[in-house]
Structure formats: structure tokens, C-alpha cells
């Protein structure tokens, strides 16, 4: 799995920790959210159409670490008079400001009243769920487009979306670790369409490469 061999460093950048690899950082580390909005192997033309539509919702199902938020994300850095709001685990519900449209990440936890409050402002709404909302928001006189996301995190995607962590962390010219079609197939088969933990483990994988120093494949 994934050929960690070190390259020749750069004159002048022999201190930085990945340059023997030729990244200037992890590439499985966390992003930030334009990054994660940037890098993301996803089209959304089709779900920002359907947007432009009154009293429209579209929701993203999935278990963790499927693309939900990723999806989110790309909308929002197309939508410069949307609002996101994340919905944590354990904490209050924050404030939900509401825009064009209204984004929110986890929406399965929002407290009855914010619900309500939200589905009845006629503001068009992106959610990000791991239960069904259709019901309720058709109620509210919503119409709903969803999307099971999960179902198309297959090699292929894969490994144009983990290469594409990897080559945006790059040094400079030259080569950098790639991933193959059969590491991808054996992510997959380990981890079926869960992303977030392949990522992890490859964030493993770089980090023991760092930190103990030896060459050849991890």
C-alpha cells in the first residue's frame, strides 16, 4: 500500500520535515473548508438549478464520513448569500442564520422549536442528515431532492479524491506518492465507502513514514 520512498530534497529546503518526500505537509491532516470545498471530487450544477426554485430542499443522507459535509461545503463556496450552520453532538444549538439557501450540517439534531423555525421561514434548504427529513419538510410545503451519498465512493473516486489530497500538498517539481488503482480497490474493500477512514489510515501511514525514518513501503 502506497510506495512512501523519499526523493531527492531540494536545495535549500532540506529543514522542512516532508520535504523528502516532496510535500510540505501531511496530506491527510485536516483542511480547512475552502480546501476541503476546492478539492472535492463532486458536481454540483445539477443541485444549484434545482436551488434557484422556491420553497426547494435538498437533502444528503449518508453515515459518517461519506461526503455529506464535503457536499455542503462546495455548494456553500458557490452560494455567496447562503448560511451554514453545523449542528454539534453535545452542545446547544447555535444560532441559524437564515440566507439563500440555508445550509445545515447534521440536521437530524436540530431541536424541535429551530426546526420548525427554519422550515417555515420558505427559505431554500440544504441539509446534511443521517435520518430521512423528507417527510416533515414536505409538510412544510417543501419540495425535496435526495441524494443516499455513499453509494458512488467507489476505486475510481477514490483515487482521484485521495491523489488530489496528496498532489495539493506538493513541495515543488518532481515526483510525490501516488496511490494506485489497487490501493484504492483495497481501501474500498477494507473500508467500503467510509472516505474519512481511509483518509485516516493514510494519515497513519505518512506520519510513521515522518517520525520513524525509514525508507521503502510502509
Known amino acids: 500500500m502506497l510506495n ?4 531527492e530534497k531540494q ?25 476541503r470545498s476546492e478539492l472535492a471530487v463532486v458536481e454540483v450544477d445539477d443541485w444549484l438549478e434545482m436551488l434557484r426554485k422556491p420553497m ?11 461526503g ?18 453545523y449542528i454539534p453532538e453535545d452542545l446547544p444549538c447555535p444560532p441559524i442564520e437564515l440566507g439563500n439557501p ?9 431541536p424541535r422549536a429551530a426546526r420548525r423555525r427554519v422550515f417555515t421561514s420558505g427559505c431554500s434548504l440544504v441539509i446534511a442528515t443521517h435520518r430521512n427529513l423528507e417527510r416533515v419538510l414536505r409538510k412544510h410545503g417543501y419540495r425535496v431532492i435526495t441524494e443516499h451519498v ?3 465512493n467507489g476505486p475510481h ?54 517520525e ?3 525508507d521503502g513501503k510502509v
Not at 512512501?4 to 526523493?7: I, T
Not at 529546503?13 to 491532516?29: M, Q, S
Not at 426547494?56 to 461519506?66: D, E, L, N, S, T
Not at 459535509?69 to 448569500?81: A, D
Open 4 to 7: 512512501l520512498r523519499p526523493v
Open 11 to 35: 536545495t535549500g529546503l532540506e529543514w522542512l520535515p516532508w520535504a523528502g518526500l516532496n510535500l510540505h505537509r501531511n496530506p491527510f491532516g485536516e483542511l480547512t473548508s475552502e480546501e
Open 56 to 66: 426547494c430542499a435538498v437533502q444528503f443522507i449518508g453515515a459518517c464520513g461519506r
Open 68 to 85: 455529506k459535509t464535503t457536499r455542503m461545503l462546495k455548494l456553500r463556496s458557490r452560494l455567496p448569500e447562503s448560511s451554514y450552520t
Open 102 to 110: 440555508v445550509l445545515i450540517d447534521e440536521a437530524q439534531r436540530l
Open 150 to 152: 455513499g453509494a458512488g
Open 157 to 210: 473516486l477514490v483515487l482521484e479524491s485521495l491523489n488530489r489530497r496528496i498532489e495539493a500538498s506538493r513541495l515543488g517539481k518532481g515526483p510525490v506518492p501516488t496511490l494506485s488503482l489497487g490501493d484504492a480497490k483495497a481501501l474500498v474493500k477494507e473500508f467500503g465507502s467510509d472516505i474519512r477512514s481511509m483518509e485516516n489510515k493514510l494519515y497513519v501511514l505518512f506520519q510513521e513514514c515522518l
Open 212 to 214: 520513524v525514518g525509514k
